[in-house]
């Protein structure tokens, strides 16, 4: 670790409606589209050696140590990040550092964290535009989300974020985040995707980045639904049911992500209020499907008829 600190941050993004400015360039992100717009509510970025504080963690499950003022502190292989008041996000790590690395440490859980320091709870899901309507894909790690995405993509939707959806149920409205997906082998190869070695999410992991600068949307899109995937390694069909909104609120709530740090944070109040808000205004399906690639085709066929059926508008509520 040792990045020399920096005081200037001369790049400027825009990630999840929020100018990010940082000390040195981020490739992956989007460009903040007007220089000259206010940076009040940016999220800096900035590189320089990081302290373990000297305070006994009020959370800590071994990678995430939340403390009493409520700064996080991420501990990656070779990497430590300090969080603070969502405003600032300090790195510590190799200068060698390769940007595909250093996007998966920023937008990953420091971006999980920089939303709930916000009050702000993001959901563990994709968002597509498939054809105008706003659909997330949600469900827990390891469920199929980025995969169904990049299928769903591959038939001419697009884009708006990859695991990580930051919605504001008041207007309904889920915000961009950056051009790009994380896959694994098996789903690349299915879908017929080559990877890039030099995007590895992270030395340990067989995940790569995969760019979609020409299927991604850069603005904001309505959510019309909500579609929770859960495998079902024995069901021969995917199958397709309604949650109530108590259920939907329920498991939108079970859906936040980083909900553990959530709860450490106001116990998890914020997170309740955000679900309970969410399910009022946006119907939430479950979708069980096959543990079966093969089988994708008709789980999209499925996501694009409830895209198609719903009578909702597009535009945000006002």
Not at 155 to 183: C, E, I, Y
Not at 211 to 232: D, G, K, N
Not at 240 to 248: K, S, Y
């Amino acid at each position: 670790m040792g990045m020399p600190p920096q005081v200037e941050l001369p790049y400027r993004y825009q990630l999840y409606g929020w100018p990010m400015i940082s000390a040195r360039p981020l490739p992956f992100m989007p460009p903040w589209p007007d220089a000259a717009s206010t940076e009040e509510d940016s999220v800096e970025v900035r590189f320089g050696p990081v302290a373990v504080p000297a305070d006994t963690p009020v959370y800590d499950d071994g990678f995430i140590a939340l403390h009493a003022d409520g700064s996080a502190l991420l501990t990656y292989p070779e990497v430590r990040i300090a969080v603070a008041g969502g405003r600032t996000i300090r790195v510590d790590a190799p200068t060698d550092i390769s940007d595909a690395y250093l996007h998966s440490c920023l937008s990953g859980a420091a971006m999980s964290v920089t939303s709930h320091q916000r009050g702000q709870p993001p959901l563990h899901a994709c968002v597509l535009d498939i054809d105008g309507k706003g659909i997330a894909i949600a469900g827990h790690s390891g469920f199929g989300k980025s995969t169904t995405a990049r299928a769903l993509l591959l038939r001419g939707h697009r884009l708006v974020s990859d695991d990580h959806a930051q919605v504001d149920p008041a207007t309904r409205l889920a915000q961009a985040a950056f051009p790009s997906m994380k896959l694994w082998t098996n789903s690349a190869d299915h879908l017929g995707d080559t990877l890039d070695p030099a995007m590895k999410v992270s030395p340990m992991v067989g995940k790569y980045h995969l760019p979609l600068r020409e299927s991604f949307r850069p603005t904001p899109i309505a959510l019309t639904t909500v579609v929770i995937l859960h495998p079902e390694p024995k069901l021969e069909h995917p199958t397709l049911r309604h949650l109530t909104t108590q259920e939907a609120a329920m498991a939108l709530h079970h859906l936040v992500h980083r909900w553990r740090l959530a709860h450490a944070i106001d116990k998890g109040a914020a997170a309740f209020h955000w679900a309970l808000a969410l399910s009022q205004m946006v119907p939430v399906v479950i979708l069980k499907r096959p543990d079966d690639l093969h089988q994708l085709d008709r789980l999209c066929a499925m996501i694009e008829g409830l895209a198609a059926s719903t009578d909702r508008r597009t535009e945000p509520v006002r």
